[in-house]
């Protein structure tokens, strides 16, 4: 079993979108074995996002990410990591999938809903940035 790392962003919580975004990763068989609702501060996301840090989109990023709340969530299956990508859709959502979550719910490249690890070390660097082993139970 593979574990990954997901946000559902201040876009989508802002428009009551929780139960959708966790209905649809239910549905694909996901396990969510944790998940909070927290208020990201600007420290706290531009440590999250530091790989972009030189990109020229950095600054708006990391306040969009702190204009509300959102919902951290560790999901876990199979090729869980590949398996959320797809779900998410592109980043950009006017070059998402039908049936993706960007595709049905994101707003623009900065407001594109959720957010997901893209790669096994990142998954292992995001989850622990926000989770404590306690706080995780498969
Ligand atoms: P996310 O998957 O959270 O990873 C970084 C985020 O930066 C991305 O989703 C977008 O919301 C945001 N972003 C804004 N502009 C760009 C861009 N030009 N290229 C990639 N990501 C961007």
């Known amino acids: 079993m593979e574990q990954t790392f997901a946000i559902i962003k201040p876009?989508?919580?802002?428009?009551?979108l929780i139960g959708k975004v966790l209905e649809r990763i239910e549905a694909e068989g996901f396990r969510i074995i944790s998940m909070k609702r927290v208020l990201?501060?600007?420290p706290i996301a531009e440590g999250f996002y530091h790989v972009h840090k030189?990109?020229?989109?950095?600054?708006?990023?990391t306040k969009?990410?702190?204009?509300?709340?959102?919902?951290?969530?560790?999901?876990e299956k199979e090729g869980a990591?590949?398996?959320w990508r797809k779900?998410?859709?592109a980043t950009n959502?006017?070059?998402?999938?039908?049936?993706?979550?960007?595709?049905e719910f994101?707003?623009?490249?900065?407001?594109?809903?959720?957010?997901?690890?893209?790669?096994?070390?990142?998954?292992?660097?995001e989850i622990s940035y926000f989770f404590s082993q306690t706080e995780i139970i498969p």
């Open 40 to 42: 990201l501060t600007i």
């Open 93 to 103: 959502p006017a070059e998402a999938d039908e049936g993706t979550l960007r595709k």
């Open 106 to 125: 994101a707003v623009s490249l900065e407001k594109n809903s959720v957010h997901g690890s893209d790669a096994p070390e990142t998954a292992v660097f």
């Open 81 to 83: 990591i590949k398996a």
């Open 87 to 89: 779900l998410m859709g």
């Open 54 to 61: 030189e990109r020229p989109f950095f600054k708006d990023l």
């Open 11 to 16: 876009d989508a919580v802002e428009r009551n």
């Open 64 to 75: 969009s990410m702190c204009g509300g709340p959102v919902v951290l969530l560790v999901l």
